[in-house]
Nanobody, 123 residues
Framework: QVQLVESGGGLVQAGGSLRLSCAASGRTFSPYAMGWFRRAPGKERAFVAAIRWRGTSTYYADSVKGRFAISRDNAKNTVYLQMNSLKPEDTAVYYC????????????????WGQGTQVTVSS
């Protein structure tokens, strides 16, 4: 069984930055990709970013390109989401997830999910 634990959320003013972390534990951990999703109040869960566990490929939603950066540390089984130039519309619960599928932007392709961490951006 794989467990994912997010951390790093909080309250920040517009224009500020936050760094989310997602630590994985459990049996041998080697997913195809790790992703970040978010759910804003009253909205569906939305793809934010993903990264291949091997190689260098990264993927971003258009709404965060140029502001967010996903990275990983395979030795620590940890994935990060650096969020810069935050906007009030980035306010959401952010979830990390692990996938064994190449369909990295599709939440149904992810097998394991964290409990989520709240990010609130004030204007």
């Amino acid at each position: 069984q794989v467990q994912l634990v997010e951390s790093g959320g909080g309250l920040v003013q517009a224009g500020g930055s936050l760094r989310l972390s997602c630590a994985a534990s459990g049996r041998t951990f080697s997913p195809y990709a790790m992703g970040w999703f978010r759910r804003a109040p009253g909205k569906e869960r939305a793809f934010v970013a993903a990264i291949r566990w091997r190689g260098t490929s990264t993927y971003y939603a258009d709404s965060v390109k140029g502001r967010f950066a996903i990275s990983r540390d395979n030795a620590k089984n940890t994935v990060y989401l650096q969020m810069n130039s935050l906007k009030p519309e980035d306010t959401a619960v952010y979830y990390c997830a692990a996938s064994n599928s190449f369909d990295v932007t599709n939440p149904t392709a992810y097998n394991y999910w964290g409990q989520g961490t709240q990010v609130t951006v004030s204007s």
